[in-house]
């Protein structure tokens, strides 16, 4: 394998004390992110507080006006249900330095969920930084390099996974009171098994539902047997029995009817 390759030369080190001097006012996330920005350079930044049974909270973000509907808002509706980093966190994953790459499913780049999101908002590539809060709740910064930029290097997580606690601890004294309460929103499904079960109640079996679930986050049909325990063969007949059922002929279609479930 070659070696990683990086032109940046300009980086300096890791400097906490603005960000402490910002701690409890407006300028925190942003003196934060300059911090950051110098070790581990990047375009853009959407910052989130992620919970386990709502949608996420916005907390801050880089991106330009004419853009938001498509990279904010529509993460927020409902995009992050199928964000791998999001279910890393569902599952338990703790403060953490990771690039999409590192934790999404072998055919993710292939989903309709990535052309469908991913692809519409022009990133190369994503870096996230994860910090669990006293609520179960945590910050997600999400930040990214725009098409025709590096991707990520793992030296670069490397190097930023040294500063991780102390960003952890400026965080969590930052948001050190518990989340606000949801704001009055319609009345919508807040997780993927609440989606899936909306739209396959009474139709899909247990079996159909999850495998269903692992189409849309972006798994192979190998994987999909690897994870589920289940021969290759027979994840091919419950694909295609879940699409029958469902009177679907495409991946496409299932994310058609996975959201539809999310906004109904």
Do not use: W
């Amino acid at each position: 394998m070659a070696p990683e390759t990086d032109d940046r030369r300009d980086r300096k080190d890791f400097s906490p004390a603005p960000v402490i001097t910002a701690l409890h006012t407006a300028n925190f996330v942003p003196a934060l992110l300059n911090a950051v920005n110098a070790v581990v350079p990047f375009n853009g930044a959407l910052l989130t507080r992620i919970y386990l049974d709502r949608r996420p909270g916005h907390v801050y973000d880089t991106v330009r006006a004419e853009r938001r509907q498509l990279v904010v808002d529509q993460y927020l509706d409902t995009a992050y249900l199928l964000d791998p980093i999001y279910n890393a966190f569902v599952q338990g994953l703790g403060d953490s330095v990771l690039r999409l790459r590192d934790v999404a499913p072998d055919h993710f780049r292939r989903s309709t969920y990535f052309k469908h999101y991913y692809g519409n908002i022009d990133l190369a590539d994503e870096l996230a930084v994860l910090v669990r809060l006293p609520d179960r709740s945590a910050l997600f910064m999400s930040l990214g390099r725009l098409g025709g930029e590096p991707r990520f290097l793992s030296r670069e997580v490397t190097v930023l996974r040294r500063e991780l606690e102390v960003i952890a601890a400026l965080v969590r004294k930052h948001f050190d009171r518990p989340a606000p309460p949801p704001p009055p929103q319609p009345d919508v499904t807040t997780s993927i098994t609440e989606a899936l079960d909306t739209f396959g109640e009474g139709v899909l079996t247990a079996r159909e539902q999850e495998i269903a679930t692992l189409i849309l986050r972006g798994h192979s049909t190998a994987s999909i047997s690897e994870v589920t325990g289940t021969a290759v063969g027979t994840v091919k007949i419950h694909r295609k029995n879940l699409y029958r059922k469902l009177r679907i002929s495409s991946q496409s279609e299932l994310l058609a009817r996975f959201l539809g479930a999310v906004m109904a």
